[in-house]
């Protein structure tokens, strides 16, 4: 019994795995953020069916002990935290990029997604198996994709795309369109209209052209 458990459990990472890690999607290089818009389809959004559970989240992670929300705030700490039994943190500080605030308390931090679940759901997410929204919602192969902020700047971005929000941090603002960007187009999600033409303008008038990136596709 103990041997098909593990089989199993061996056989369930390797294709969730697969999802990430497929040598046939190779990396894309972006020459800026208009050229990865017009890649990118357009369509209208649609929330239908979605509720936050169908999306797996806070998994375990590679941090013994630590789930991916813990692991994701230990990451991007500026001074790390002592991590003590059953993953409480002491210690450590951190730089909020929505807001651009220090925080030197770790119970003070949320970590949001770059593009929020919900928002991934009404861009294409909704077809997705529920192994591959798990993925989505623990993805920290791509730094960009979870971001440790503090829970006031998480609260008011909520679920909305950068037709509705941007950072308060304008120095962070290009980088913001380029991680959500990229996002998109790692994961294939679509954009609507006032979506696409919002990055375009915000990409204009802070001078955001020449922000070339990488992007390694997803299954």
């Given at each position: 019994?103990?041997?098909?458990?593990i089989?199993?459990?061996?056989?369930?990472?390797?294709a969730?795995?697969?999802?990430?890690?497929?040598?046939?999607?190779?990396?894309?290089?972006?020459?800026?953020?208009?050229?990865?818009?017009?890649?990118?389809?357009?369509?209208?959004?649609?929330?239908?069916?979605?509720?936050?559970?169908?999306?797996?989240?806070?998994?375990?992670s590679?941090?013994?002990?630590?789930?991916?929300?813990?692991?994701?705030?230990?990451?991007?700490?500026?001074?790390?935290?002592?991590?003590?039994?059953?993953?409480?943190?002491?210690?450590?500080?951190?730089?909020?990029l929505?807001?651009?605030v220090?925080?030197?308390?770790?119970?003070?931090?949320d970590?949001?997604?770059?593009?929020?679940?919900?928002?991934?759901?009404?861009?294409?997410?909704?077809?997705w198996?529920?192994?591959?929204?798990?993925?989505?919602?623990?993805?920290?192969?791509?730094?960009?994709?979870?971001?440790?902020?503090?829970?006031?700047?998480?609260?008011?971005?909520?679920?909305?795309?950068?037709?509705?929000?941007i950072?308060?941090?304008?120095?962070?603002?290009?980088?913001?369109?380029?991680?959500?960007?990229?996002?998109?187009?790692r994961?294939?999600?679509?954009?609507?209209?006032?979506?696409?033409?919002?990055?375009?303008?915000?990409n204009?008038s802070?001078?955001?052209?020449?922000?070339?990136?990488t992007?390694?596709?997803?299954?």
């Amino acid at each position: 019994m103990k041997k098909i458990l593990i089989l199993a459990l061996s056989a369930f990472t390797i294709a969730n795995a697969s999802l990430i890690t497929n040598p046939a999607y190779a990396a894309i290089k972006v020459k800026d953020i208009p050229t990865a818009i017009n890649s990118i389809k357009t369509a209208e959004e649609s929330r239908t069916g979605y509720v936050r559970s169908k999306f797996k989240h806070w998994s375990a992670s590679k941090t013994p002990g630590c789930d991916s929300r813990k692991a994701v705030i230990i990451e991007e700490s500026l001074v790390k935290p002592k991590v003590e039994k059953g993953c409480t943190l002491t210690g450590g500080s951190w730089l909020s990029l929505y807001d651009n605030v220090k925080v030197d308390n770790a119970s003070k931090l949320d970590v949001d997604h770059m593009v929020p679940l919900a928002e991934a759901w009404d861009s294409g997410a909704s077809a997705w198996s529920p192994e591959k929204r798990e993925m989505y919602a623990n993805d920290m192969s791509d730094p960009r994709h979870l971001v440790a902020v503090t829970g006031a700047s998480n609260r008011s971005k909520s679920d909305r795309d950068p037709s509705e929000w941007i950072p308060t941090n304008k120095d962070y603002v290009c980088k913001y369109l380029t991680d959500w960007v990229s996002i998109k187009v790692r994961w294939s999600l679509s954009m609507d209209t006032k979506e696409k033409e919002a990055i375009l303008a915000y990409n204009k008038s802070y001078k955001c052209n020449k922000t070339g990136f990488t992007v390694d596709p997803v299954q």
